[in-house]
């Protein structure tokens, strides 16, 4: 049956025009379509709990050696292969602005040996940016740098004017720029410290040259780079960081032995009878502080005079004075007035490192 409406149109002259009733509107359920695969939900809360199910957030990732890269910067110092990288929940590559396949992006950064690249990665939920700054050293250049420093330093008085040489002869190797700029910087370290070798560095001036010495060599991965960074820790009182160094074994067992008695743990310290691998030039207070640990205790005994000068010694620093008291307590508590070994004691309870080893000393020397 169809029903039917009237009303008067007064443009007609009163009369009526007949308007069929519209046909009762039918509101089809809402359903909500997951933006990722066909499937469909009566409600908001349904999709919610699909999407986050079936398809979890991802960033596109990048490995080197099995380490996921970060976005903060990475610095790659020596050459890699193919097989050290890996992409991952990565579908499209740009590398320096340039877009390549997936699958031949290995074989490009394999080849990238100086500079800086930014590589962006995306996929389906994000994009990811990766900054990598190159700096794989030439071998030669390496090796001609060290030669180049035995000629000059092993065993000889160090000076400004063959710090200067030095960096003359090795100014060419452009691939060794930050393992030159470190060694020099550790050098005039070594000078401010002692304030030896016609210098102009004020003394407060040596740990500067050693921070940023560290810093230059933080990536160089060359036994002599090493050793240098373990002499700069250990003038520092850093001693974890130094007992492991393979190629200085008298400073890897003092640095192991001070740890200990800080109660840190340490790397393994290397036997005394191995041999090092050159002998650098180091400053005053390191060389002597290592000089009277490598004696026997019954030895050692006999210096504790000159230990003690050097404990109020204002030509040291306050971390060369820490150690030798830590030394002249470890060998006089059972040798000297227990009144002087307690004063001692006290003057390293607000220490940061030897605090709990000078409280031990002085509870045993209570008793």
């Known amino acids: 049956m169809t029903w039917y409406l009237s009303f008067i149109d007064p443009g007609n002259s ?9 046909p009762p509107v039918v509101i089809s359920p809402i359903v909500y379509e997951c933006p990722r695969c066909v499937a469909c939900f009566e409600s908001l809360e349904a999709r919610r709990d699909h999407f986050f199910a079936a398809h979890p957030f991802r960033k596109p ?66 994009k990811e ?15 001609h740098l060290e030669n180049v420093f035995r000629m000059l330093f092993t065993d000889n008085d160090l000076n400004v004017d063959d710090i200067r040489r030095f960096a003359e002869a090795c100014s060419s190797l452009a691939t060794a720029k930050n393992y030159l700029e470190g060694v020099c910087q ?21 740990k500067e ?10 990536y160089v991965n060359r036994p ?3 050793t240098i960074r373990a002499i700069i820790n250990f003038s520092c009182n850093s001693f974890a960081q130094s007992a492991g160094v393979q190629h200085a074994p008298e400073l890897a067992s ?12 340490s790397t393994g310290v290397l036997p005394m009878e191995c041999k090092a691998l050159t002998r650098l030039p180091i400053d005053h207070a390191t060389d002597q502080l290592l000089g009277w640990m490598t004696l026997p205790a019954e030895r050692l005994t006999e210096e504790l005079d000159g230990l003690r000068r050097a404990c109020n010694s204002s030509l040291w620093t306050a971390e060369d004075r820490t150690k030798a008291s830590v030394l002249w307590l470890q060998h006089a508590r059972a040798r000297r007035p227990s ?7 006290r003057s390293l309870l607000n220490d940061p490192i030897f605090a709990s080893y000078a409280e031990q000393v002085l509870e045993n020397t209570t008793q």
Not at 14 to 22: F, K, L, N, Q, R
Not at 186 to 206: E, I, N, S, W
């Open 129 to 143: 940016r990766f900054e990598l700054s190159f700096c794989i050293s030439e071998l030669e250049e390496l090796r």
């Open 14 to 22: 009163g009369g009526s025009v007949t308007i069929p009733e519209s």
């Open 339 to 345: 009144d002087e070994v307690r004063r001692m004691a």
């Open 224 to 226: 002599m780079a090493g």
């Open 61 to 126: 990732a990048i490995l080197l050696r099995g380490r996921a890269l970060g976005n903060a910067g990475t610095v790659v110092n020596e050459p890699t292969q193919g097989a050290d990288w890996l992409l991952a929940s990565c579908e499209s590559v740009c590398l320096n602005g340039e877009d390549i396949e997936p699958a031949h992006l290995f074989s490009q950064l394999t080849e990238l040996r100086q500079g800086f690249h930014v590589l962006e990665l995306t996929n389906q939920d994000a």
């Open 254 to 265: 003092a640095a192991g032995r001070f740890a200990a008695w800080a109660g840190k743990s």
């Open 186 to 206: 550790y050098l005039y370290g070594v000078l401010a410290k002692d304030q030896r070798g016609d210098t102009q560095l004020r003394h407060t001036q040596y």
């Open 209 to 218: 040259r050693f921070n940023q010495a560290l810093g230059a060599l933080r």
